[in-house]
Structures are given as structure tokens and as C-alpha cells.
Nanobody, 115 residues
């Protein structure tokens, strides 16, 4: 079993920055990808950014140039650096880590961008 713990959400003004973290613990073997999703009220969950085991990254068009996904393999942690935040980035952000053994989700962390 794998447990994911997210942190780093909060309230920030437009133009500000936040850094989300997602740490995995438990039976961790052969990770395939680490992914951040978000879900705004009344909307479907959408992929924000992903990083594969080989280090390739992919971003939603809406966050390209503003968000950066990275990882610390030694600590089994994935990060999402979010800069130039906009009110439309407001959502619950979820971490998803995919292993050979299965796919696991974090509990979600609220990000609110408002003046």
C-alpha cells in the first residue's frame, strides 16, 4: 500500500506563487508517473502537469510557462511550483502517483487565488 500526503496549498493574491508537495510512503516500487490534477467547483477534474519516470514533463496549456513540476526521487516527492497565479487557478489540487502496483491519490489541497 502507498500513502500520499500533500501540502502547500493556501490563499494567495493574483500574481503570487505557491509550491505544492506530495510525499509518498509505503510499498514504493517502480514508479511510472507523478501527476497533478485540479478540480474547480462545478468543473471536471483536469490534468495540470505530469512527470514520467524518465523525466519527461507535460503541462496543460493553461499553465504552461507558469507552473513547473519536479521531483525528488530520494524522498519520493513530487512538487508543483506555481507562479503568476490567476483567480482561475483556484481549485482543489490532487496528487496522483502511478506505480506498477497501482495508482494512488493524495487527499487534495485547496488553492485559492483571490485579492
Amino acid at each position: 500500500q502507498v500513502q500520499l500526503v500533500e501540502s502547500g496549498g493556501g490563499l494567495v493574491q493574483p500574481g503570487g506563487s505557491l509550491r505544492l508537495s506530495c510525499a509518498a510512503s509505503g510499498s514504493i516500487f517502480s514508479i511510472l508517473a507523478m501527476i497533478w490534477y485540479r478540480q474547480a467547483p462545478g468543473k471536471q477534474r483536469e490534468l495540470v502537469a505530469e512527470i514520467t519516470s524518465g523525466g519527461s514533463t507535460n503541462y496543460a496549456d493553461s499553465v504552461k510557462g507558469r507552473f513547473t513540476i519536479s521531483r525528488d526521487n530520494a524522498k519520493n516527492t513530487v512538487f508543483l511550483q506555481m507562479n503568476s497565479l490567476k483567480p482561475e487557478d483556484t481549485a482543489v489540487y490532487y496528487c496522483n502517483q502511478r506505480f506498477v502496483s497501482g495508482s494512488y491519490w493524495g487527499q487534495g489541497t485547496q488553492v485559492t487565488v483571490s485579492s
